[in-house]
Each structure stands twice: as C-alpha cells, then as structure tokens.
C-alpha cells in the first residue's frame, strides 16, 4: 500500500452513517482505521492537526460494501467481453455472437457469458451449428447466466478429448455436470495471463466505483483455475483496490491451505442451480421430470466440516435446492455430534445460496451457527408468480424460496452478495431486492439487508472488528451522492418515515422501487483511495 493510508484526514460536512453516532457529520481516519467519528462543532478541534481536510458537502459516508460471493475473472470477462445478459431474444444473443467474434480475432478462444433462454421468446439456446456459423467455426464456450451450463461450437468441443463420453454431455443440449467443467477448464486454460489479469483488474476496478470494499471470491477447481486465484490474490497484494478474500471449494483442504484461501469452501457443489434443473429436489421439477443432481451427501459433508474445522479453516458448501440443503444440515449437524457443537458455531462455517429452505433447516443454520451467504438478486430476477422459479418449481414452492425474514428471525448470521456474473455488482439494488422481496412475508428492512452486505461480509470471514464506522474499524468506507435519508421497514403500513432522532437509528438513502439509488462518489480500502468518480 501507498504511503497515503498514513495520511490522517478529516471528513466533514456529510451525514456519516455510524452506530457510534447516529447524528455524526464528521470522520477522523489515521493509519488506515477509524479514529473518531462525531459532531460538526467537535471536528474544528482535529481541524489543525490532520494532513487532509475532505469536505463532504452533504454526500453520505457509509462502510464500503462486501460483496460475500463473486467469480472476479469471469466478472472481469463479462465486462470487457461479450456478455448476453441484456439480450432479449435468440436472434440479438446471434447478432452479438456474430460482432464479437468478427471484433476478437486474436483470441485464441472465445468467452461469453449470460444467456437466459426461459426470457427469450424462441425458449431455446443456439444450437451448436448456429454458434459454428456465427463464429466462422473457432472455439466459443458460452455460459448460461446461472453459470450452470453452457453451449459451446465444434472447435471448443475437439480441445477436450473424451468430452462426449463424460456425465453432462447429451448431444444437442447444453452441456452440464462433468462435461461443462471440462469445457470451462479448457476455456480458461486457453486464456493468456494478460487477458486473465486484464480481467480481473477491470472487475476490481468496477466493484470499486460501486462502493464495494471486499470481495469474496468463489474459486475452485471445478470453476477456474489455481493459477487463476493465485493470480488474482497476487494482483489484490501488489494494486490497490478493493480487499481478496479467497475461498478454495475443494475436498483436498491442504491445496485449499497452500493456494492461500480462507477457507476450503464457497461454491463447492452440493448440487447445482434452477435455472439449469440441476439444483437438487425432494420432489421433481414442475417442467420437466427428474429431481436434479446431488453432487455430496451428508457423509460426505459431515467429513469435510470435521477436516476443516480440525485444520482451522472454514469449510461451506453451494446448496440451493431443498434435498442438498438438508443433506448439509445432516452433514455439519454429526460434525458438531463428534467435534461438539461450540467449535462447529466458533468455525463459522457458510453456505453459498441456501434457496430452498424448511422452518427445520433455517433453524439448523441458527443451531450450528452457519451463515448464510445469499444472493437477493436472484429473488428480483427470477422471483414472482411469472418467473423462473415457479416455472421450474409451481408457485407454491417458488413462494418459500429465500425467506430472508425467516432467517433474521432465527438469528442465522446472513452475508449478501451478488454470485457475480450470474447477476451484476449492484450492493445497493441488492439491498433493495431484500427490502422488496417478490414475496411480501420474506421481505426485511432496509437496514438489516444494509447490514448483511457491509458487516455481515466481515462477520462471514470471522471479523467482528469491521464492517461499520465506529473508533478502531477499518477505514473501508464509500461516499455517496443520495437524495434524503429515511429509515425503511418491510411492512406495507410503515414503508417510511424520516428519521426520529429519539429513535437513535441513523437513516438510510431511500430505496423504494424506482427511485434513484445512490451514487458512489469515492470508495477508500484501508484508508487508501481506490476510487474517485471523474468530474466530482
């Protein structure tokens, strides 16, 4: 880091969101930490003796966000690659096929991610033929936006001998399971260490000019590669911008351990997702016979949490449908049977997503103290009577999918992110699809879902000590251009009221649908600044 993290400045003039003060105007930042947060008068008196005085002119001060789960390269690939997220239909998901191979033609191979066939009206992908045409035959592997599945031409296929004779593979259709991850693994392999690095700084340097302080990356060897994430480890040491927290999903804790990851954890598949009907089920999908694939069972987990837990690192596992999920519960539950149960809740083990959950499982994760590392995006996206999910599962089990409410309710520690690429890096719309859940009963406050994505990131990690701008925190903050602050409960009869100063509750930007969300000004990571929006 620069010498600028021992600069001491002084920020003045705002409204600075803090527990320690709900009414605070001013910072105090020195040495990379949070040295005083108070009153406007107060500040004249550290005025003289700091290096820097920021004049905030009314912008808001707020901990910078924690993104609790993010693939960085593939997130850095979307954004300087070709990225079919927006496109509507299979004829502009061609078009954009078409324009970015003909503007790629160096590329050894081609990367593009996010289409969503259940949004298009031709309700199907392209075909493998259609994907040879539109790229004059070169290799294109082309993610689905759950990142699930993907389909990919001839020439991807033919660098990945025995492809067709591996689970997943089924002529004609995106490839899943076994088969995506040996095409992935050849895509990502077939990268230069400039394209990955260029990658992975563009999507630093995005997540940063959203206010976003941390990253959780998601990395493992069904998902990227080792180079790969200790590439982007390496990169987050030497360049400034927001914080690499690295999770390893893997059952070989020791390579976890030695590629430098917190834990051997975060998307290690229990099953698989919706979107692609590999998410597993204790009763088959509504579209389409079969109940999905269960990729680890309870004995399995149970082995994995008792190794980690041994070992001091974290251990989590992906789980979104109902059977993964309790397969988990089982799991982690005679973990704490043979370790006991205090060190099973001090480990703070995770699970990625945890959509489908029962009262018994929510309660589980409060029990044995497991946080839940959850994507509110997903809800506004695919949520709803018309959406994915009730495509995929009827409206009656759609309706219980991600009851945020639930798990406040029971205590389970919860850590927002975004799964980026799947959906974009967005902390404040996240927090809004919390607050404004499709369904109404899972829906929770505005500053409990601001909580889950600032400290509940930290808390996540095993940090108690972050994640809010209180004397001692880490000055990982971001400065915001916002209309007036309110504080914002889920209920329809109370949706908003100003600020009661005898409630003591600092407020919140307003995030009501279709309102504007606020607009990052400056990120700053340990007292360094890692972001500064042009023109401000």
């Known amino acids: 880091m620069s010498a600028y993290e021992h600069r001491t400045v002084l920020l003045r ?37 700091v290096d820097e005085v920021l004049d905030l002119e009314g912008a808001l001060v707020t901990p910078a966000f924690v993104d609790a789960h993010v693939h960085t390269t593939a997130t850095g690939l979307a954004l300087t690659g070709l990225d079919l997220s927006a496109a509507v239909s299979l004829a502009e998901a061609a078009d954009g096929i078409r324009a970015y191979a003909a503007a790629r033609p ?5 990367i593009g991610h996010g289409w969503d066939a259940a949004r298009w009206p031709e309700r199907r992908p392209p075909s493998r033929a259609e ?98 994430f200790t590439g982007l480890l390496d990169l987050a040491r030497s360049e400034p911008g927001p914080r690499i927290v690295g999770y390893w999903a893997d059952l070989d804790i020791e390579r976890a351990r030695a590629l430098g990851a917190l834990g051997a954890a975060g998307d ?17 999908y509504a579209d389409r016979p079969g109940t999905g694939v269960a990729h680890l069972d309870a004995a399995a987990v149970t082995a994995h949490v008792v190794a980690c837990t041994e070992a001091g690192l974290q251990a989590g596992f992906h789980a979104i449908g109902d059977a993964a999920v309790d397969a988990v519960v089982e799991g982690v539950r005679a973990a704490a049977d043979k370790l006991g149960l205090a060190r099973i809740r001090a480990a703070r083990h995770r699970v990625e997503h945890a959509e489908m959950l029962s009262p018994e499982s929510i309660a589980a994760f409060a029990e044995l103290g497991l946080t839940a590392s959850v994507q509110p995006a997903f809800d506004a996206y695919w949520g709803g009577a018309d959406g994915m999910y009730a495509d995929r599962l009827g409206a009656e089990r759609a309706r219980a999918l991600n009851p945020y409410a639930a798990l406040l309710r029971a205590g389970v520690p919860l850590a927002f992110g975004s799964d980026s690429p799947v959906t974009p890096l967005d902390p ?21 879902a601001f909580t889950a994505h600032t400290r509940g990131g930290w808390r996540a990690v095993g940090r108690d000590d972050a994640g809010t701008l209180v004397p001692g925190a880490p000055a990982d903050y971001a400065i915001w ?11 329809d009869r109370v949706a908003r009221w100003s600020t009661d100063p005898r409630s003591g509750t600092p407020g919140l930007p307003d995030l009501s649908p279709g309102r504007e969300l606020p607009v990052c000004l400056r990120t700053v990571v340990f007292g360094q600044t890692v972001f500064v929006r042009p023109n401000e």
Request: with cysteine.
């Open 428 to 448: 404040w719309g996240t927090v809004r699809a919390a607050a404004f859940h499709r369904t109404p009963e899972h829906r929770i406050s505005v500053r409990a």
């Open 268 to 284: 290690l598949f229990a099953d698989g997702s919706l979107g692609s009907h590999t998410a597993c089920l204790h009763e088959p």
């Open 481 to 491: 251009r916002t209309g007036e602050l309110v504080v914002q409960a889920p209920d």
């Open 13 to 49: 003039g705002g409204e600075v969101h803090s527990p320690a003060d709900p009414f605070a105007t001013a910072m105090v930042v020195e040495r990379g930490h949070v040295a005083w947060v108070g009153s406007e008068g107060a500040a004249d008196a550290f005025a003289s003796g």
């Open 131 to 228: 994907l040879d045409e539109l790229t004059g035959g070169r290799p294109l592997y082309l993610t689905r936006i759950d990142v699930h599945s993907a389909v990919v031409t001839t020439a991807m296929l033919d660098l990945v001998p025995g492809i067709r004779e591996r689970d997943g593979f089924h002529d004609g259709q995106p490839l899943t399971g076994d088969a995506h991850h040996a095409v992935r693994a050849a895509a990502y392999a077939a990268l230069s260490p400039q394209q990955r690095a260029e990658a992975q700084r563009a999507a630093r340097q995005h997540a940063a000019s959203l206010g976003i302080g941390t990253l959780h990356e998601c990395g493992g060897p069904e998902i990227s590669s080792e180079d790969d």
């Open 106 to 110: 160096a590329d050894r191979v081609l």
